[in-house]
């Protein structure tokens, strides 16, 4: 009954500045992580960036931090990833995903129990 709904991908120049959202549903309780994904075509799912709802404790990967940023609105049970500065390696499919906070272990594709979609990114050069 989750569903996660991404929003907010598209084609931008580098150097320009997206907001991704991602819009959970379904979800019995506020005590859930979040996490933000990509995978650029022929690479492996890696992790952007999560975060606990309950708190707001974040986590970045090293490639991203400085330039993204993650944010939630408890009430809307949305997150939000604010891209800055966007470069022709951000170019991915990027996805939301969710799993209860007591099963939240870490930052990673395999630690999470639902997913959206995904809404895609492509920087130009």
């Known amino acids: 009954e989750v569903q996660l709904v991404e929003s907010g991908g598209g084609l931008v120049q580098a150097g320009a500045s997206l907001r991704l959202s991602c819009a959970a549903s379904?979800?019995?309780?506020?005590?859930?992580?979040i996490g933000w994904f990509r995978q650029a075509p022929g690479k492996e799912r890696e992790s952007v960036s999560c975060?606990?709802?309950?708190?707001?404790?974040?986590y970045y990967a090293d490639s991203v931090k400085g330039r993204f940023a993650i944010s939630s609105d408890k009430a809307k049970n949305t997150v939000s990833l604010q891209i800055n500065s966007l470069k022709p390696e951000d170019t991915a499919v990027y996805y939301c995903?969710?799993?209860?906070?007591?099963?939240?272990?870490?930052?990673?594709?395999?630690?999470?129990?639902?997913w959206g979609k995904g809404t895609l990114v492509t920087v130009s050069s």
């Open positions: 975060i606990t709802i309950i708190d707001g404790s974040t």
């Open positions: 379904g979800f019995p309780s506020d005590d859930y992580a």
């Open positions: 995903a969710t799993i209860g906070l007591m099963g939240y272990q870490a930052c990673r594709p395999d630690a999470m129990d639902y």
